[in-house]
């Protein structure tokens, strides 16, 4: 199998050797420098979020026994619905961060429901998005109140449904 790799490999360097010039060209257009320009800081800005996330959720995996959740959640997948979309304002971060940490909720037999409006609150009602909405809207405290309600209303019917 690695054999096969090497192969792979090695037509693909040999491949842009000797088209070099046919792919400077092609990725010299302006319609891929716009692209890179927007895609390169998008994913930068990601990544230590997704990394956030994804520790966090290996951090549940390794020192938070099944036997927690259980206690801390309802016991019905309904009522655990608006507690785990409560519980979504606690991590700081986007939605690449909080897809690890639901599934791994989901893994340590949290109700699929209850992961889901963790997974759509907490991009939306995390401190970081609620100071930003505030300082954009300096002048309007409720529109942050209005955002973290309509947000978490919005993420708990998602579950229920």
């Not at 090695?10 to 895609?39: E, H, K």
């Not at 990544?47 to 549940?60: C, E, K, N, Y």
């Not at 949290?110 to 998005?129: E, H, K």
């Amino acid at each position: 199998m690695a054999s096969i790799w090497r192969h792979v490999l090695a037509a693909i360097w040999i491949i842009g050797i000797l088209g070099r010039s046919y792919f400077t060209d092609l990725f010299s257009s302006a319609a891929l420098q716009t692209w890179a320009t927007i895609f390169t800081p998008i994913c930068v800005q990601a990544v230590p979020f997704l990394v956030m996330g994804v520790a966090i959720s290996a951090s549940i995996a390794a020192f938070v026994p099944p036997s927690f959740f259980t206690r801390a959640l309802p016991k019905r997948p309904g009522a655990a619905v608006p507690v785990a979309g409560l519980a979504g304002a606690l991590l700081p971060g986007c939605e690449c961060g909080s897809v690890p940490v639901a599934g791994g909720l989901v893994r340590r037999g949290v109700a699929p429901a209850a992961a889901l409006a963790f997974l759509l609150s907490s991009p939306a009602i995390n401190p970081i998005v609620l100071v930003a909405t505030a300082v954009a809207f300096p002048d309007n405290p409720e529109i942050v109140l209005a955002r973290f309600v309509a947000s978490l209303g919005v993420a708990v019917v998602m579950g229920w449904l």
